[in-house]
């Protein structure tokens, strides 16, 4: 079971930049490593679906983000407390971080706005579907706005990185054999309408663990600032008693 992050930072010693630097390398590695154990099935399985209709790929793989987002959350969570994570570990609390809320998770989660920043009140305080409303609600006060604009930015970033790499095909295409626009959204070539599907796959693959990480950022945050704003209450009851 994944512990709770409400004791982050506490107690913890400062490390040098060299040190910090290695530790979020390493980070990184095993976000990206348990990542690609459900990343790249679920893209593989959304490709295949391009048969049945062309849009069908990118509605699979818009529809999955929200899900693929456990695996990496689960990863962070455990990194913020300097515990390194490997498959296997992911496969032995799959449970926990595929299995808990899925339906939930696939068709309600994923059109949350703020779905970053109140994931980890799912899944790390482990509230229930029913009872989570009021802390959902303590956590995005005052930050729901933020959390939207990041969601929004991250949308932005994920529209230009996809068009960025299907302009790679006109790029690097021989010389008077370059694709025509019309050509590569009618659909009419197979291989050449993949271009897109492969590009946003790709495009998610790199950059979900940032809109993770960045959300998971904002709600350590937040907890920092309601467990400090705690402390404060407790000592204006000390003094006032």
């Given at each position: 079971m994944t512990r709770s992050p409400?004791?982050?930072?506490?107690?913890?010693?400062?490390?040098?930049?060299?040190?910090?630097?290695?530790?979020?390398?390493?980070?990184?590695?095993?976000?990206?490593?348990?990542?690609?154990?459900?990343?790249?099935?679920?893209v593989a399985l959304a490709l295949a679906s391009f048969e049945i209709a062309a849009w069908l790929p990118a509605v699979v793989i818009w529809l999955s983000k929200a899900w693929l987002d456990r695996t990496v959350l689960f990863v962070l969570s455990r990194a913020a407390f300097g515990q390194p994570t490997t498959v296997a570990d992911v496969w032995r609390a799959q449970r926990q971080v595929w299995w808990r809320q899925f339906f939930f998770t696939w068709i309600v989660r994923r059109f949350s706005p703020w779905r970053s920043l109140t994931q980890p009140i799912y899944q790390l305080e482990q509230f229930s579907i029913v009872r989570a409303g009021a802390r959902i609600r303590q956590i995005r006060h005052r930050h729901a706005g933020s959390a939207l604009m990041m969601t929004s930015v991250f949308g932005v970033c994920e529209t230009v990185l996809t068009i960025a790499l299907v302009s790679l095909s006109f790029w690097l295409a021989p010389i008077g054999r370059s694709p025509s626009l019309p050509a590569l959204l009618s659909g009419e070539d197979a291989a050449l309408a993949m271009v897109i599907p492969v590009a946003y796959a790709a495009t998610v693959v790199f950059l979900e663990p940032f809109y993770v990480a960045a959300g998971f950022a904002m709600y350590l945050n937040r907890r920092a600032e309601l467990e400090a704003w705690d402390i404060e209450q407790e000592f204006r009851r000390a003094f006032a008693a």
């Open positions: 409400s004791g982050c930072g506490r107690g913890r010693r400062p490390r040098r930049p060299i040190s910090a630097s290695a530790s979020a390398s390493s980070a990184a590695r095993s976000v990206y490593t348990c990542y690609a154990l459900v990343a790249l099935p679920v």
